[in-house]
């Protein structure tokens, strides 16, 4: 069996899960290849840059009409006001049904595809009587526009959305899609969507690596070089600035707040965190790294407004660190119950704080979160039905 992933980059969230697939899936003896848009990660096996399969003419026709269109789309948004959310049209430059490895593949699995797939692909040759799944990374794939869109006033944007939808749903009716959902969440979203309720759902979390494990707290801060002997607290993301994530409201609440607890933050630029101490280490790309990290600190604050099924809160409950959360998406599939952190009421921030400032696990319930969390997220049952499913589409 040939199965042949595409997805727009090679990197972010939705990526590491795709990638962590696609390597499992070598690792069972299936023929497995990944295609990105944007290859920048070097390391990913069987993995190709959809352009490289482009003649120069074609690579260069492409690139103008893609940016065009690129341009066009942008006035679309700008026309409307700032959108305070990822954007992401179902037009694209790109004719992914043409790609040689879509002519031999017995399986196409498509993941995050923004500005990758153009919805018409489902209408020409190269996709005719292909068996086609879609792991649900967010809602884009059937939503109007937005990646998300229940933290935000989206009205100025309904009327472009309805037609994006209606473009979606005018070339998907006939294809041969079966819908992933990793969360339970977003298996309903998309079920009840104009786009895709006709289509069959299976739910399917994503697997998760086995870089992620536990390790005593302790030596753990050691190997990070972390001094602090009291509470720390994990803030992990790449862009504090990404309104979505909830990083600008916490900063501003403990800014403003004194603790005797350090914080771990990792991205692009420090936090302000007023008088409170903190360790930062910048962007985190190694694996092994993120591990230690979820180790070294006695809680993960995850404070996003709106999430599908997040890697970040598997991986640090993996390695016996507890997570705060709000109760949004699928957290609250991940983060079950107290043994694995708490579950807090939406945008209930001064709750936040006071988990917090809660006494923290000991080494021992540390532990036991580890084993019941690497039994509750083990890769091999998640990869079983996968397979199963590839054969019976």
Known sequence: MKVVHFCTYSSGGAAIAAIRLHTLLCESGIDSSIVFLYKNNLSVKNSID??????????????????????????????RGEAPELFSFPQSAWDISSHPLVKTADVI?????????????FSLKGFANKK??????????????????????????????????????????????????????IMRASQNSFVFKSKPHVHIPNPSSDSFFYTEKEAARKQLGIKASGK?????GDNINYLRKGMIELEALLMNQKTDITFLTTGQRPMNLGANEQHFTGIVSNEQKMALCYSASDLMVFPSLDENYSNTLVESLLCGCPAVCFDIGGNKEIVKDHSFGKIISYKNWEAIISVINEDAFTEEQRRNLAQKAASEFASAPLMDKMIALYRDL
């Open 50 to 79: 959809f352009r490289d399969a482009l003649s120069f003419t074609k690579k260069i026709s492409a690139k103008i009409q893609n940016k065009l269109l690129n341009r066009l789309q942008q006035n679309k948004i700008k026309s």
């Open 109 to 121: 699995h498509f993941h995050w595809m923004a500005n990758f797939l153009d919805y018409r692909s």
């Open 132 to 185: 086609i799944c879609w792991t649900l990374h967010d809602l884009n794939p059937f939503s109007g526009g937005f990646h998300y869109e229940d933290w935000f006033n989206n009205e100025p944007w309904t009327a472009l959305s309805k037609s994006n939808q209606k473009y979606k749903y005018d070339y998907v009716t006939a294809a041969n899609i079966t819908l992933i959902a990793p969360s339970e969440w």
């Open 232 to 236: 720390i607290c994990f803030l992990p």
